[in-house]
């Protein structure tokens, strides 16, 4: 089992930079792929970013390609999310999830979920 707990989210403005963490817990963490989600005020959760387990593929949403990237340090058991160029259309409570295929976790269908650290931008 995997348990996942996101920080660092906060107040930004506009151009600002913010980097996420997603700390997992868990023997097995290496084994999973891991990604974030967001969801904004009176949305659907919406994929972001995404990292296979041996970081050989990693994935974004074309809304946060070239600004977003997602990594992770398996001797912490950590997955970051660095932000650039934040925009207000990227103010969303964010989410780490993980699951054991990567394709899987794309969709959405995360086998386990954080609680989520929120993400507001002002323009």
């Known amino acids: 089992q995997v348990q996942l707990a996101e920080s660092g989210g906060g107040l930004v403005q506009a151009g600002d930079s913010l980097r996420l963490a997603c700390a997992a817990s868990?023997?097995?963490?290496?084994?999973?792929?891991m990604g974030w989600f967001r969801q904004a005020p009176g949305k659907g959760r919406e994929f972001v970013t995404a990292?296979?387990?041996?970081?050989?593929?990693?994935y974004y949403a074309d809304s946060v390609k070239g600004r977003f990237t997602i990594s992770r340090e398996y001797a912490k058991n950590m997955v970051y999310l660095q932000m650039n160029s934040l925009k207000p259309e990227d103010t969303a409570d964010y989410y780490c999830a993980a699951e054991l295929n990567l394709l899987t976790l794309r969709t959405g269908r995360g086998r386990y979920w954080g609680q989520g650290t929120q993400v507001t931008v002002s323009s």
């Open positions: 990292i296979s387990w041996d970081r050989g593929n990693t």
């Open positions: 868990g023997r097995t963490f290496s084994n999973y792929a």
